[in-house]
């Protein structure tokens, strides 16, 4: 069975830009969360999606956004792009957000570059 | 409230050395405890899980760990290191209630010396 595929893989944009990353979830899982990764935070909680409703929110930016769909795939939004937005961002997967003690499976991530 | 910590942020072990990544928790009540794996420019990989069954957990690649609730300890050790194994680990806690957010340590970077 397919995994958690993100899409694109790498991203360069200018600062003051805005962007978009999609993941698509493992079929059947129902929650999907997102992660920013970089060398100085480590891997921070952006925000969880379940049933199209985002249910936990970490302490990001309103220029951090996101949405999910009905068929559960996700999208994040980035606006006004700034050089520290710089990351790789990792999605995740859980069947639902109960069963996440069942540990969440990830995709490869988005490595975005803003210049 | 929850928090893990990673007790070392790098690790170096020579080829067929045992390997220890040390990973503490805290937590209210009875927690999750994983270990993942992240090789270059990859997405996080779960090795192994405890969710309150057996303490001794064995993972993929010859990993496994166990959860000390009396040292609130869930140390990752493998027999025999391979170079394959470098990469950078994370233990993550979570809770038992489909609110609780997952927490993740800083990370091991685990280097194999030939």
């Known amino acids: 069975k397919a995994g958690v595929t993100q899409t694109p893989r790498y991203l360069i944009k200018t600062r003051g830009q805005q962007v978009t990353l999609s993941c698509s979830p493992i079929?059947?899982?129902?929650?999907v969360s997102w992660y920013q990764q970089t060398p100085g935070q480590g891997l921070q909680f952006l925000f969880e999606?379940?049933?199209?409703?985002?249910?936990n929110k970490g302490n990001f930016p309103g220029r951090f956004s996101g949405r999910q769909f009905s068929n559960s795939r996700s999208e994040m939004n980035v606006s006004t792009l700034e050089l520290g937005d710089s990351a790789l961002y990792l999605c995740?997967?859980?069947?639902?957000?109960?069963?996440?003690?069942?540990?969440?499976?990830f995709g490869s991530g988005t490595r975005l570059t803003v210049v | 409230a929850q928090s893990v910590t990673q007790l070392d942020s790098h690790v170096s072990v020579s080829e067929g050395t045992p390997v220890l990544l040390r990973c503490n928790y805290s937590s209210s009540y009875s927690p999750s405890l994983f270990w993942y794996v992240q090789h270059p420019n990859k997405g996080l990989q779960l090795l192994l899980k405890y969710t309150s069954a057996a303490t001794l957990v064995k993972g993929i690649n010859g990993f496994e760990a166990e959860f000390k609730k009396s040292e609130t300890s869930f140390h990752l050790t493998k027999p025999s290191a391979h170079m394959s194994d470098a990469a950078e680990y994370f233990c993550v806690v979570t809770g038992m209630n489909r609110d609780d957010k997952i927490i993740f340590g800083k990370g091991t970077r685990l280097h194999i010396l030939p």
């Open positions: 995740a997967s859980v069947p639902t957000p109960g069963q996440a003690t069942y540990g969440y499976t």
């Open positions: 079929s059947g899982h129902r929650s």
């Open positions: 999606y379940f049933s199209e409703t985002q249910r």
